[in-house]
């Protein structure tokens, strides 16, 4: 059962172009949801974490919503650069069967920034 | 440096040996996570453990036993590895409850080859 999905899978932009990565979640029941950044061959660098109550977050050219109503996140880029081309994964956090919270991620968004 | 730090950043061993994964973080955290990180490079969650105490246990094979000494430790002991054993093993940290409202930190993790 896919819970958390990513798409595009894939994405290739030109420098200096705006984008959305997009994630839906199926159950609207989450605690927050977490967008993390994995270089190839790295670990996972948090970017911004949205809480339930919040409906966006902002760091830099990063702005991260939440609907959780519709069971969406979204990142939006600003003015994307080379530096930005890494995988990015959406995480929802809510309290799973054993009773304890835990963080389910979606398949990533492979992102590509030609200079 | 605050951090989540995993040891080692890369092993490759033969199958059947046993082999083990040392994390250790300084962030003051209660709960940590062992995660796998598939050849499809997706991460699915394996254990968790909350003050020393096992909470969360994934459909995952006996041959994987965790051990957390105390809450800033949490170590992955694998038994008798298989080839399919193969992936990047992440270690994660994080508050539990309203602690929770702040995200998970991941380690840099570690490539497991079994040849």
């Known amino acids: 059962k896919q819970e958390v999905t990513q798409i595009p899978a894939a994405l290739s932009v030109p420098e200096g172009e705006n984008l959305v990565l997009n994630c839906s979640f199926t159950d609207s029941a989450i605690y927050n949801l977490q967008w993390f950044r994995q270089d190839p061959g790295k670990g996972l660098t948090s970017l911004l974490l949205?809480?339930?109550?919040?409906r966006e977050q902002t760091s830099g050219r990063l702005n991260a919503s939440l609907d959780k109503s519709s069971g969406r996140s979204t990142l939006y880029i600003a003015a994307s650069q080379p530096g930005d081309s890494a995988t990015y994964l959406c995480a929802r956090n809510n309290w799973g069967d054993q009773g304890a919270q835990k963080l389910v991620f979606g398949q990533g968004t492979r992102l590509t920034i030609n200079p | 440096d605050t951090a989540v730090s995993q040891t080692p950043k890369y092993l490759v061993t033969q199958m059947g040996n046993d082999k083990s994964i040392k994390c250790e973080q300084n962030l003051g955290h209660d709960t940590m996570y062992w995660y796998k990180q598939d050849s499809k490079k997706f991460l699915k969650i394996m254990f968790s453990y909350n003050n020393k105490e096992l909470i969360i246990n994934e459909t995952v094979p006996n041959r994987f036993s965790p051990k957390s000494p105390d809450k800033a430790h949490l170590n992955l002991h694998i038994n008798s590895l298989e080839l399919g054993d193969s992936a990047v093993y992440f270690c994660a940290s994080s508050h539990s409850g309203t602690g929770g409202l702040r995200g998970y930190t991941f380690g840099s993790g570690t490539r497991l080859t079994v040849v």
């Open positions: 949205i809480q339930s109550s919040q």
